[in-house]
């Protein structure tokens, strides 16, 4: 008969959170195990940024997360704080530089923050099994006790923290909203955020043929999202930063608005080049402001291209609004496959905002990309696990 390994806590998923959680709890002298069926720690760390790890933001807030239950974020982002995360890198002495919109990459790039968290966990007297699937999970007054392909193991407290389902490639799941229904916790699907935008083949081959490769500032509005960034066209739709933040806001079938030229008074603008300029050509004065081959195509596709003389008051009108409020009606979205995060997971009315625990399963914890909790691009997801894995350390 297969012997049974003991601990206080057991926390499934090496991830930004488990290893925060993990190293919390070790600290109070719980005795911790770590569980993953990957063969390295960390995978999602390293390959964020393109390896250089946007590891947090200096404008995080309640209102750069996306969750149904939008008070809920707010405790934990209050606790650990992206300032807490910064002492923790001094200690190590890791450097940090800000890119732009409060975005904190580390100048030692992606492994040195999954060593400074494993460090952090050792120090802990951590247990870590990697290449482990779990086969079951089953819970009674004792605790939980988790049959996996490496073992039998028993615990007191059991933390998940396997985020969601987005980049597949790197062994993402939905593991964590099955063990939440086996436990009868309320979800919300997961589904792609932050994710590139497909267009129709129609789309591509008329309005935004030649445009792949092309990347402009603009800013981008759908629902309640509205975002300055930078735009850049593909071969089969739309990415860049502004696509990729308002995703998490598209349903399908809905229209994004795009300002082609943000903070500029268009029609004003375009008034006063007539005046001084009546002979020269709309697809030559938008391609001082915008990529030239972006200008050419708008003048062959959305409105007529003539020297700016020959337009009425009427005509600059609405080539002032095109520009600034075009609608794109996306066909749909990559997926999954490329989506930086999930929208969705463990309905947050089911879990404690203070320390993550499971309302109605004693002992049952739920953290970071698991929870229905969704940051903005830059930073911000990973301060979520941050505070999320720190804030259920404390009373695993």
Not at 3 to 15: E, M, S
Not at 45 to 55: P, Q, T, V
Not at 281 to 305: D, M, S, Y
Not at 319 to 334: C, H, S
């Amino acid at each position: 008969m297969q012997t049974t390994d003991t601990y206080d806590v057991i926390i499934l998923g090496a991830g930004a959170a488990g290893l925060m959680c993990a190293a919390q709890a070790g600290k109070r002298g719980r005795r911790v195990l770590l569980l993953d069926k990957a063969e390295k720690i960390g995978k999602k760390i390293l390959i964020s940024g393109g390896g250089r790890c946007n590891f947090t933001n200096l404008n995080v807030n309640p209102a750069a997360y996306l969750s149904q239950n939008p008070h809920f974020c707010k405790s934990a982002l209050s606790r650990y704080t992206a300032q807490d995360f910064l002492s923790l890198m001094r200690q190590y002495r890791l450097t940090w530089h800000e890119k732009t919109l409060g975005q904190l990459f580390c100048d030692q790039k992606a492994p040195a923050i999954v060593e400074m968290l494993w460090a952090e966990c050792h120090a802990a007297d951590v247990a870590l099994r990697l290449d482990t699937e779990i086969e079951r999970v089953t819970h009674d007054a004792a605790g939980f006790d988790l049959i996996t392909t490496q073992g039998h193991y028993h615990c007191e407290s059991l933390v998940i923290a396997t985020g969601g389902p987005s980049i597949p490639r790197m062994g993402s799941t939905d593991f964590g909203l099955r063990i939440a229904k086996q436990f009868g916790l309320k979800n919300i699907p997961f589904s792609p955020a932050l994710v590139p935008f497909t267009l129709t083949q129609e789309m591509l081959d008329g309005l935004f043929a030649g445009l792949a490769g092309i990347s402009t500032e603009i800013t981008a509005e759908c629902a309640a999202g509205a975002f300055r960034e930078n735009l850049l066209f593909t071969h089969r739709g739309l990415s860049g930063p502004a696509m990729l933040q308002i995703s998490s806001y598209w349903q399908k079938g809905a229209a994004v608005r795009i300002n082609l030229l943000p903070g500029k008074p268009v029609f004003t603008w375009l008034q006063t080049l007539q005046k001084q300029r009546p002979k020269a050509e709309l697809k030559t004065v938008l391609a001082e402001v915008l990529p030239t081959r972006l200008a050419h195509r708008l003048c062959e596709t959305l409105f007529p291209n003539r020297p700016l003389g020959q337009y009425g008051e009427k005509a600059l009108q609405a080539i002032a609004q095109q520009l600034q409020a075009w609608e794109v009606t996306p066909a749909g979205t990559e997926g999954m496959r490329t989506a930086e995060v999930s929208l969705g997971g463990v309905d947050t009315h089911e879990l404690s905002s203070k320390t993550m625990e499971a309302r109605q399963v004693a002992g049952l914890y739920f953290i970071g990309e698991t929870v229905d909790v969704t940051g903005w691009l830059g930073g911000y997801n990973f301060q979520w696990a941050w505070s999320s894995g720190w804030c259920a350390g404390q009373t695993v």
